[in-house]
């Protein structure tokens, strides 16, 4: 089947999803599927309830550029400079415009409108590129919306980003470090979700800001029994996060850790849908009551 026909029969199937049901009723189901309850939408006090809420209630435009992984980097560039993105290669809506033979040996291509639709190429003369036209295809024919009704997703443009493949010193895929900033009263509290082993035996440890572990988990994501080191360059990333998130009352910023070097990944405004399951459970609520929530529509 050609590359597009596959793409319009699949945004067929994404448009009859997104009529079959609107974005809360999904969600209150997806949830419950998940977390076996019904989610509190009116009056929220667990961190995943207050996600869900700014998702469905406010639905402020800056988290639209600001999830989009190509005007992200104006707004990057704006608040703490040029230095924190990773090197552009191209931007493309089409994966048929892109020469292979431009690009370097190692890149990554990334769906500019979903999290997660990443396409790892540490050398290009090995990659089967007929296959990856195709699945770079189907991510274009996708809504990332669909699925979980990450609201500021449906709004982003379309697009293919390619960038230069950061490498740490043993040349593998550097640390991984989410920067989650909560917002209550005019008060900031900072935790580091830190992510080990993520394409082989993933295991995810939470921190706080004097890198001291955290006493809870994801549930599909257990914790590591080793703590990595704190990393040299903790602070700098505190701040950076701090800076993009100033102004927005729920946001993690993900950014890359190198021994000279700090780059920005991306900004996640539904960190997990507002679906985690955490352990002990009642850390949901705690960390709910970080965030305070602006007066209801």
């Known amino acids: 089947m050609r590359l597009k026909t596959r793409r319009r029969i699949r945004s067929l199937q994404e448009g009859l999803k997104l009529l079959w049901e609107d974005d809360e009723t999904r969600i209150r189901r997806k949830y419950r599927g998940q977390l076996g309850r019904d989610p509190d939408l009116d009056h929220p006090t667990t961190l995943n309830e207050k996600i869900l809420w700014l998702n469905l209630r406010q639905r402020d435009p800056r988290r639209v550029s600001c999830s989009d992984k190509v ?3 104006d707004y990057v560039r704006a608040r703490v400079g040029e230095k924190y993105l990773v090197p552009l290669l191209g931007v493309f ?4 415009d892109i020469d292979l033979e431009a690009l370097p040996d190692r890149f990554i291509i990334k769906a500019a409108h979903g999290s997660g639709w990443n396409l790892i190429v540490s050398d290009r003369h090995s990659l089967d590129w007929e296959r990856a036209k195709r699945t770079l295809g189907d991510w274009l024919a996708r809504s990332y919306h669909a699925h979980k009704r990450e609201w500021h997703y449906r709004h982003v443009p379309r697009r293919l980003v390619i960038e230069e493949l950061l490498q740490d010193a043993h040349g593998g895929i550097p640390d991984d470090y989410k ?13 580091i979700q ?11 440890n939470y921190y706080d800001t004097e890198w001291n572990r955290l006493p809870f988990h994801k549930a599909d994501a257990p914790p590591s029994p080793v703590d990595p080191p704190r990393p040299g360059n903790l602070g700098e990333m505190l701040h950076v996060a701090r800076e993009l998130s100033a102004g927005f009352r729920l946001v993690r910023v993900d950014l890359y850790s190198l ?7 991306e900004m996640t405004f539904t960190p997990d849908a507002g679906m985690a399951r955490l352990v002990p459970e009642e850390w949901d609520r705690k960390l ?7 007066p209801g529509p």
């Open 194 to 204: 830190v992510d080990m082993d993520r394409f082989t035996d993933h295991k995810r």
């Open 179 to 191: 920067i989650w900033c909560l917002r209550e009263s005019g008060r900031e509290t900072q935790f």
């Open 288 to 294: 709910g009551q970080l965030v305070e929530l602006p």
């Open 93 to 96: 809506t089409d994966p048929e």
């Open 259 to 265: 021994p000279d070097r700090v780059y920005f990944g």
């Open 71 to 73: 005007s992200v980097r």
